[in-house]
Structures are given as structure tokens and as C-alpha cells.
């Protein structure tokens, strides 16, 4: 498998969507650090960590849409020029090929990741500190984010091995992660209950009456866990902050489900398919 | 002070898996090397030894044993060329002899009717008989160039390796009458079968018994068993023990000029291994055995 | 004889549709095994089968002697270099660093690059992209793709598609050259026969699927020979008749009992000619086809 690493490598060493994606999510990163300082006025305990827990993708899981776009070409691309053909033809191994694929691709998207971070790190911790947070917290944030890109990175790559086509795979990857998005917002808005005003109200009165969700429990629980297994889902409860060091710790071994699963069940369906 | 102390530990485990891991990687690449240097020697491939190692000595050697064996199978290449070439030129010149030879016995077949004298005819006779001979040696050298190359493919089925022994011999009994030769002979009773060409059988014991024949001293045995090992055995005083061994070289003649090419017990040798069998000769005590396993 | 590469009711089907139907064919080492049929008769299907790219409904083959469900036969594809359909060439790189990635998946060494592309034509190139190439350097830098990891099997599926002449022709030399130098078996398959007839030492032919016939190119050049081929009584006397009576030169005495003659006879003379020999003519055969009428007659003549 070194072989076909070292010819992943290669590309991905010459891959200028990797190096533009690199840039923007950089550039995110820097936003993000001025966002926050300009919150500094209104809310003086912002810190560095907010400009971290930005990095997690949030309300548009623009990871998500970052790693659909690097994967999908990456491997596409390679479908399209037909040079994926010739590591079949040439005795790769069709799970040892799906394997470097995976590899080589987490190491882009764990890169780019950090590129925020890194940003954050240099000049976020410079102009806002970070505000009492410990290190161990903000390692642990660091973790759970990069294992979730993973995980993203995972699920791409299994559709965009199997599907052999750039546009399926950005099309199944970009409007899966949106709609995915959406669920998410929905089930986490119906999991907190209604909010309900009611038309008369007076002024300085709280006349809203909470409704709260009118699921069965064990639904409840399962859409909680589902949420949570979700990379979109984790992005956005990431995001939202103020998560435990256990939660966290689940939220990796949740990530690593996608990542086992694609390295062995995407490996063994790879081995089934025709290819052109 | 316990810090440094812990991290200088660490250091040095992590120093030594380190040095592990690369012990590992080395022996790995070591053994893929051997594997694939025999698997590019034995099937003469022109794929090159590629370990999975990065290290810069590791892929030095691959290349070196790369490009020797390049070379050996390039040498064997030129060998088998040249040897093919040699044998598609005898069996064309063979295939091209026949014509002219029938045209020229047709011409003297003609010349004999058109009345001759007594001395005209006994040159005649000479011609003839001398065209007759090169046409038995063309056939020769054509069955001798078809069997050697991998052109004349045996056609196998189930064979009884004695009966075609028996046959073989039934059609020399005339030849062994004519030298005073009586031939002792012991072959098993029941069927010994094997996969074989019955042709290619029939030539073999033709060839080493019409061998026996022109040259035994004066006596032949023919010894088979029932594991199909068939010995042929003769007294000849002119050999020794050098040139027995010698016997199924090609164009190797004890006597020339006794009109054989030295092609007979080649060809036999050559049909034999087709067949997946083995044929030896020894000699001891003025006898000479000849050895035939299938 | 060492078989490279054999299939054994090699099976096919899409869509209740057998696209390759019990196809057992047999290439020799050394051979340039020319796979002939006509467009959609399988011919690329059977090779996507044996490179491993589409799964197969039926039978197996055999690669350098490992079955297709073995373990060494990954050991046994990195002996072939293939292009079906068309080449697999990066545009965005130049055809050195196109060559550059192939090597790094094979394990090759980067030192043969330079030689490689003088060898297929491609040296001048430099920093020329892929994507500016013409067809005829696409297909080239595909061959040396194939070549890169010094291939003992060469599959190609028509690669002289869309090329000028020259090109055909640059090509043709280039196989034969690697046949012939580096003992590289070929598999190449075409729709025009008369391409191959200049380069292959075997045919396959295929129809339908099908496998219809094998035939070494010596088989098929004496199939295709105009000549007549008679049974005699005797041929003793043959070459004295032919020469004398009917001023023939070309002819081979095949047995006791048959001979050929090539070119023009007029077999009204023959039999006359003979007849005055004292020799009996029991049979005449007269052979006169051009390699497309050996095809067409071949698959059924069906258009």
C-alpha cells in the first residue's frame, strides 16, 4: 500500500482545490478572530475558544461543504481521467486502493481543518487570549472537531469511491450535507419544545407558555442520539458550545463509527462494483 | 530534575521502537525482494523488484538485482531465439528438400524405362539408391526438427504401453531374422496404460530397437515392468561408458557412414521428455542398457 | 507452450444479455494476438473482465498461471499494462509528471521516465500540459503509461482509434519493436482487419460475444492463399507433370496423396495433364479469400 500512497501523495502534493480550500478556511479563521473582537466591546469574556468553537462549522456546516467539495473532486477527478482504472488494471488491490484513497484524503481534510485553528491559535490567542479555558478543554475541542472532519471526510469518500462521478458525488455531498442541515435544526428546534405567545399579551408580562416536546421519550433519546452521531449534527451542537469532557469524548467515539465503517464496509462494496 | 529525568525515558523508548519499526520494515522489504527476484527469474518477467521501503540502500539493491536479472533473462532470451531460428530453418529446408528429391526419383524412375545399357543401369541404380537415402534422411531431419520444436504437440490418450512395445517389435522381426539376432523378451501379460501419443510411442521404441539392431553385437533383451520401466539391453564391445552417456546427443555417431543421421536416438530422447518420461543409457561389462521410464 | 493468458467459458451478461458468452481463448507467450469483432461484439468487455475492472457472470480465466480468484493474481495483473478504451492521462499534468504518478503507484524507477518518452516520441514535450496534447501524443503517453512498470502483457483495446496514418503506422513499429526486443505478449484488439493482418502472429475472432475462432496468423495466411489443393492417386511423378505438362514451378508436395498449387491453374489442363500421366485426380479445392472475406464469411456475413 506505500506504493499507492506515495502516488495519492503526489497528487494531493499538486491538488490546487486543496491548497485554495486551505486558503479559505484560513481566511474563515481570520474573520472569525476579528468577528469576535469586535464582540469584545459588547461582551468582554469572549475569548479565543468562541473563535474555536466557530471553527466547527455551525449554522451552514461549512466543514462539511469543504470536505464535499476537496473529496468528491479529489477522487472524481481521478475517475474522470481514467488513472483509477489503471491501478485496478495494475494490480493495486481494489481495498488497498479504496484504503490510500482514504487516507490521503483525511490527511487534505484534517489539514484543512486546522487551518483555521492554526490561524486561531497564532493570533487569536495573541489579540483575545484565552479567557480561563483550560488546556485540556480546548485540546479536547481540537480532538472532537478534527474527528468529526474525519468522519465527514470518511462518509465523502465512500460516496465518491462508489458513485465514480465528480458531479453525483458534489451533488450527493453538498445538498446531503444542506438537507441534513436542515433536519438537524428541525429535530433540535422540535426536541426544545414550542415557544408560544400568546396574542394578548400585556406589556412586562410573561404570558408565553412553553410547550415542550411532544414526543415519546425513548424517541426523544434516539433523536438526541442521532443528533449526536451525526457529523452534521455534531458541528452544530459543537458550535452551540458548553459541552463536557465526556460529552466530547463521546463525540469522538461516535466519529470514529464513520470512519470504521467506511474504511471496512466502503472497502469490501468497492471490491463489488464495476468500473468503466 | 524528575521532569527531565521522565522525558530523557521517554525519549529513549520512543527511540527504540522507532529503531524496531525500521528493523521490521527492513526485514519486510528483504523478504519481498527474495520473493519477487524468484518470481521474476522463474517466469522470465520483465517487471522490475520494487519493495515497499523508502530506504535509499534498500531500493539501490532492488535496482542492481533488478537490472542483473534484466540481463540473464535477455541472454536466455537471445539463447532460445536463436535455437528456435535454427530449428524453423532445418524444418524448411527439410519441407523444401522433398520437392526436388520426388522430381529427381520421378526422373530417374523415367530414365530407367527409357532403355539403358547394363553399365548406364548399374549407375542407375546407384542414383537411385543415393536419392532414396537423402530422402530418408530429409524425413529424419524433418521429424527430428518437428519433435524438437514445441510446433509438433503430442496427441494423449489412453495408451497400453506394451502393446504398442509388442507391435513395435513384431515389425522388426524381419530385421532381427536378417542379423541372426534372437531377441529375449519379457513384458508383462496385463495392460500397462498411460497417457501418451501412440505414434510418438511406436516412434520412440522404433528408433532406440532400429538403433539395437544396426549396431548390437550380436544379442538384444527387452525387459519391461509393470511400473512402466522398460529396459533395452544389447552387447557392444565398442562402447565404453563416456560415449553411452553420449548416446542421445544429436548428430552423435559411434561408426559414421553406416548411412544414420545420429538423429534416431535424439529424437527418441526428445519425444520421450514431450511425453513426460525420462531415457537413460549405461554401460558396464561390454553390455550397453538403455533406460526408458513413463 | 506457455500460455500468458487463457480463459475458460468466460461469461458476461447484462440486462439478461450475455455481452460475453463462454469465451475461451488462449494467448501464447510472445505472441501479438489480434481480437477481432465488430463493434459491440464484445471485445472490450472481455478485456475489462480479464483486467479486472467488471466482475464476471461466469467461468474464469487465467493470468501467468494464476486463476482469477487467487490469491497472486494482483502479482500477476502487475505484469500487464493496459489501456481500454482510451488512455488515462491527467491533463492537468505534463507527460513526464503524468509517468512520474504512474511509477510511484507501480514502485518503478523514476530514472526509466526520460528513456520511456524518447522511446514512445514524446521527449520534446517539456512543460507541455496534458490537455494540449494532440489524439495521436494522448495515445502514445497512454502506451508509455502501460510501459511504465515494464509490462510482460501489453492489452490494448483498439489503440490505433482516431489516428492519422502516421500515426497507425508509428504505433505498429512501436509493438513490434517491444515484441520483438522485450519478448512483450500483445493483446490488441480492432474492427480492422487489415490493420492487424500487418502485426499479428494470432487472431481471435468474436462475434456476439462469442468466441467463433483461433487461429495463428500461419493458419490463416495459407486459409487465405489463393491455391488449389488436390488428392492424387500418387504424387511420385507430380513435379515432373507439373513442371513438363503445365509449366507450374510453385507447388508443395504435401503427402503421398496431396499437393497444393499456388497461383492461377486452369483445372480443365490439370486433369487432362494428369489424366495422361496415369494418375487418378480425386479431389480439387480451390482457395481464394482476402482476409475480410475470411471474417465476414467467419461470423455469417450478417450486416
Redesign the interface.
Given at each position: 500500500?506505500?506504493?499507492?500512497l506515495?502516488?495519492d501523495l503526489?497528487?494531493a502534493r499538486?491538488f490546487k482545490v486543496f491548497y485554495l480550500l486551505l486558503a479559505v478556511n484560513a481566511m474563515v479563521g481570520l474573520f472569525s478572530v476579528f468577528n469576535q473582537l469586535t464582540w469584545r466591546s459588547i461582551e468582554p469574556s469572549v475569548s479565543a475558544y468562541e473563535v474555536l468553537l466557530d471553527g466547527f462549522g455551525g449554522g451552514i456546516a461549512f466543514l462539511g461543504i469543504l470536505n464535499a467539495v476537496l473529496v468528491s473532486i479529489f477522487i472524481g477527478?481521478e475517475y474522470a481521467?481514467?488513472?483509477m482504472?489503471?491501478?485496478?488494471?495494475?494490480?493495486?488491490?481494489r481495498s488497498k486502493i479504496y484504503l490510500s484513497k482514504l487516507a490521503v484524503s483525511s490527511a487534505m481534510c484534517a489539514a484543512v481543518y486546522l487551518a483555521f485553528h492554526v490561524v486561531n491559535l497564532v493570533l487569536g490567542s495573541a489579540l483575545l487570549g484565552w479567557g480561563g479555558h483550560a488546556f485540556s478543554e480546548i485540546a479536547l475541542a481540537l480532538l472532537a472537531g478534527l474527528c468529526m472532519s474525519l468522519a465527514y471526510c470518511a462518509v465523502f469518500t465512500g460516496i465518491a469511491m462508489l458513485s465514480k462521478n465528480t458531479v453525483i458525488s458534489l451533488l450527493i455531498g453538498i445538498l446531503g450535507t444542506l438537507i441534513v442541515l436542515f433536519a438537524v435544526m428541525y429535530l433540535m428546534s422540535a426536541l426544545e419544545g414550542t415557544y408560544i405567545i400568546a396574542d394578548t399579551a400585556e406589556e412586562g408580562a410573561d404570558a408565553g407558555i412553553w410547550i415542550p416536546c411532544p414526543w415519546p421519550a425513548w424517541v426523544q433519546s434516539f433523536v438526541r442520539g442521532l443528533l449526536r452521531l451525526l457529523p452534521t449534527g455534531q458541528s452544530v451542537l459543537l458550535t452551540m458550545g458548553g459541552i463536557s469532557a465526556a460529552g466530547m469524548g463521546g463525540y469522538i467515539g461516535l466519529s470514529c463509527i464513520w470512519i470504521v465503517l467506511s474504511a471496512v464496509g466502503g472497502s469490501l462494496l468497492y471490491r463489488?462494483i464495476?468500473?468503466? | 530534575m524528575q521532569i527531565a529525568l521522565w522525558c530523557a525515558v521517554a525519549l529513549l523508548i520512543l527511540l527504540c521502537l522507532g529503531l524496531a519499526c525500521k528493523i521490521i520494515l527492513l526485514r519486510t522489504a528483504m523478504r519481498q525482494i527474495r520473493e519477487q527476484a524468484d518470481e521474476k527469474l522463474a517466469g522470465a518477467s520483465n517487471v522490475p523488484i520494487a519493495p515497499d521501503s523508502a530506504d535509499g540502500e534498500v531500493r539501490r539493491l532492488s535496482a542492481g538485482l533488478t537490472h542483473m536479472l534484466d540481463e540473464v533473462i535477455a541472454l536466455g532470451r537471445k539463447y532460445r531465439e536463436g535455437d528456435l531460428e535454427l530449428k524453423r530453418a532445418i524444418t524448411n529446408v527439410s519441407h523444401d528438400l522433398r520437392t526436388p528429391l520426388t522430381s529427381a526419383a520421378g526422373y530417374a524412375g523415367l530414365l530407367k524405362k527409357s532403355g539403358l545399357s547394363s553399365k548406364q543401369e548399374e549407375y542407375l541404380a546407384v542414383i537411385e539408391e543415393r536419392i532414396a537415402a537423402m530422402k530418408k534422411l530429409t524425413d529424419e531431419l524433418l521429424a527430428y526438427s518437428v519433435a524438437a520444436s514445441d510446433e509438433g504437440s503430442a496427441a494423449l490418450g489412453e495408451v497400453d504401453v506394451a502393446a504398442v512395445l509388442e507391435d513395435s517389435l513384431t515389425q522388426f522381426y524381419a530385421a532381427f531374422e536378417e542379423r541372426g539376432i534372437s531377441p529375449v523378451i519379457s513384458i508383462p501379460q496385463e495392460k500397462v496404460m498411460r497417457i501418451a501419443d501412440k505414434d510418438m510411442l511406436a516412434r520412440i521404441f522404433g528408433n532406440i530397437i532400429s538403433n539395437a539392431v544396426r549396431y548390437s553385437d550380436g544379442d538384444f533383451c527387452v525387459h519391461m515392468e509393470k511400473g512402466c520401466e522398460i529396459f533395452f539391453e544389447n552387447a557392444a564391445a565398442a562402447l565404453d561408458e563416456v560415449s553411452a552417456a553420449r548416446l542421445f546427443d544429436r548428430f552423435y555417431t559411434v561408426e559414421n557412414g553406416r548411412g544414420s543421421t545420429g538423429l534416431g536416438l535424439s529424437i527418441a530422447k526428445t519425444l520421450t521428455e514431450k511425453l513426460g518420461g525420462s531415457i537413460g543409457a549405461s554401460w558396464s561389462g561390454g553390455r550397453l542398457r538403455i533406460r526408458l521410464r513413463l | 507452450m506457455e500460455y500468458v493468458l487463457t480463459t475458460q467459458n468466460l461469461t458476461k451478461i447484462y440486462r439478461h444479455a450475455a455481452a460475453v458468452d463462454r469465451v475461451s481463448m488462449h494467448v501464447r507467450r510472445g505472441d501479438i494476438y489480434g481480437f477481432v469483432g465488430r463493434n459491440g461484439a464484445g471485445k472490450t468487455t472481455v478485456m475489462r473482465l480479464i483486467c479486472g475492472l467488471a466482475g464476471k457472470s461466469g467461468g474464469s480465466y487465467t493470468l501467468f498461471g494464476k486463476r482469477d480468484d487467487a490469491r497472486g493474481i494482483d502479482a500477476a495483473r502487475r505484469r500487464v499494462g493496459a489501456i481500454i478504451e482510451a488512455p488515462s492521462v491527467f491533463p492537468e499534468y505534463t507527460a513526464r509528471e503524468n509517468l512520474q504518478v504512474q511509477c510511484a503507484a507501480l514502485g518503478a524507477e523514476e530514472g526509466n521516465i526520460t528513456a520511456l518518452l524518447e522511446y514512445v516520441g514524446l521527449a520534446e514535450t517539456g512543460r507541455k500540459k496534458a490537455r494540449n496534447f494532440s489524439l495521436g501524443m494522448r495515445q502514445r503517453l497512454g502506451i508509455a503509461a502501460a510501459l511504465v512498470g515494464s509490462p510482460d502483457l501489453l492489452i490494448l483495446d483498439e489503440p490505433t482509434n482516431g489516428l492519422d496514418p502516421q500515426g497507425i503506422v508509428e504505433v505498429r513499429e512501436l509493438l513490434l519493436r517491444l515484441n520483438r526486443e522485450k519478448g512483450i505478449t500483445v493483446l490488441i484488439s480492432s474492427h480492422i482487419l487489415g490493420e492487424l493482418s500487418k502485426l499479428a502472429t494470432a487472431y481471435g475472432f468474436i462475434e456476439k460475444g462469442a468466441l467463433v475462432k483461433e487461429i495463428s496468423a500461419r493458419e490463416l495466411e495459407d486459409a487465405c492463399r489463393k491455391s488449389v489443393h488436390i488428392t492424387v492417386s500418387e504424387t511420385e511423378k507430380l513435379p515432373y507433370i507439373f513442371e513438363r505438362s503445365l509449366g507450374l514451378t510453385e507447388f508443395k508436395i504435401l503427402s503421398a496423396a496431396e499437393a497444393d498449387i499456388y497461383g492461377d491453374v486452369k483445372i480443365g489442363q490439370l486433369a487432362l495433364a494428369l489424366h495422361a500421366g496415369g494418375i487418378e485426380l480425386l479431389r480439387v479445392q480451390e482457395k481464394d479469400e482476402d482476409l475480410e472475406g475470411y471474417f465476414i464469411n467467419l461470423v455469417g456475413g450478417e450486416r
Open positions: 500500500m506505500g506504493k499507492l506515495r502516488a503526489f497528487r499538486r477527478h481521467c481514467g488513472a482504472r489503471n491501478k485496478v488494471m495494475t494490480g493495486g488491490g463489488k464495476d468500473m468503466k | - | -
